[in-house]
């Protein structure tokens, strides 16, 4: 439930309906936007007895139904656009941000050269795991702890955000110290611990779609970081799991459109993880960028035939250039009024 107040309420009617409602074990969250004040209820209610006592008080214009399980995540709650501003640069403010690098941090000369490179091309954010969370027990996991430094340092000599995946509770904190925006996989979307803990620091975080979680999941799993007390969540789409075999995922760009509507949250899409070939990932991202994605995130290495992970679907530093060209020149185009 949410409690609209009237344009200009004083900042006392606020703090009443706050009472009220907290009176009754209740939580709520306020959101300022630029006509009005809503108040939102969190927690289970008894709705009509909850209206009786909110109606009479002074400010109360209208008390809303949310009709999603997802509160702090849906538009109704929050109408205008949340616009995450990492390093100077945003993301969901009309401009493409464009997320690129490695599968993993390999070693530091090879993360320097494909961030310059990226960065030359027009990307603003390098991506780079240190923790690796693989099928196999046996495939490569990661520089860990280490890759931190690396990240660091390349961040230093490059001017680029640094985007990096934690797997787990306790590497948490040590991660927010040295990056700039907190990934949290696929395969941890509904790891519910993770998600209030990266939701206890200050970092925004990127959340990926798990690869069979509907969209209805993936914004219940934002919930959880936004109730934690972290207002900067970046969706990021990288397709879901079906019958089809030639890719290894399949994109759900209809997922764009459909979290637009739904969440006033920026969603950006992965064409690398969802094609798991890069025949495909500058199609993908072009149509990511055709149906209103806020930004992309793009595996690049020097030289994929020899990566430690995701080869197959990383773009080398000439295809990496490509794709940047095309897909500026269709965001520009996008963005020129007719
Ligand atoms: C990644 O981005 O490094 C990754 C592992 O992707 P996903 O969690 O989408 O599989
Ligand atoms: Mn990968």
């Known amino acids: 439930m949410i409690v609209v107040l009237r344009a200009g309420a004083p900042e006392a009617d606020v703090e009443r309906v706050k009472e009220v ?23 289970v209610s008894d709705r009509d007895s909850l209206a009786r006592l909110i109606e009479p008080l002074p400010g109360v214009e209208q008390i809303l139904t949310v009709l999603h399980p997802f509160k702090l ?18 993301i969901g403010a009309g401009e493409l941000a464009v997320i690129a690098g490695p599968c993993a941090v390999e070693s530091e000369e090879m993360l320097l050269e494909v961030a ?8 603003h954010f390098l ?5 690796k969370p693989r099928t196999s027990p ?30 787990s509770v306790v590497d948490v904190p040590m991660a927010a110290q040295y990056v700039d925006v907190i990934q949290v996989g696929a395969r941890n979307m509904q790891n519910y611990p993770l998600l209030e803990t990266v939701g206890r620091f200050s970092r925004p975080v990127l959340l990926k779609r798990g690869m069979m979680a509907s969209i209805e999941e993936w914004l219940m799993s934002a919930e959880y970081v936004l109730d934690a007390g972290n207002p900067a969540v970046i969706l990021c789409e990288r397709g879901i799991r079906t019958f089809e075999t030639y890719t290894r995922n399949t ?7 459909v979290v637009k509507r739904l969440s006033h949250l920026p969603i950006i899409v992965d064409p690398s993880h969802a094609a798991g070939d890069r025949h495909y990932v500058t199609a993908l991202a072009k149509a ?42 269709l965001s520009k185009m996008l963005r020129t009024p007719a």
């Open 21 to 43: 409602i907290e009176g009754q074990g209740l939580r709520t969250r306020v959101v300022v936007g630029e006509v009005k004040t809503i108040v939102c209820v969190l927690g």
């Open 127 to 131: 991506r780079g795991a240190i923790f």
């Open 138 to 167: 046996y495939s490569f996991q990661g520089l860990k702890e280490r890759g931190l430094e690396i990240l660091a340092r390349v961040r230093e000599r490059t001017g680029l955000a640094i985007v990096t995946e934690v797997t």
């Open 73 to 90: 995540a849906s538009r109704e709650l929050h109408p205008e656009d949340t616009v995450v501003t990492v390093g100077g640069r945003t």
């Open 251 to 257: 994109l759900d760009l209809s997922a764009v459109p």
């Open 288 to 329: 990511a960028v055709a149906c209103g994605a806020d930004g992309l995130m793009v595996e690049v290495h020097p030289d994929p035939s020899r990566a430690l992970s995701d080869g197959k679907q990383s773009l080398d530093l000439e295809g990496f250039r490509r794709l940047m060209a095309e897909v500026t020149m």
């Open 116 to 123: 310059e490179t990226v960065r030359e091309a027009g990307a």
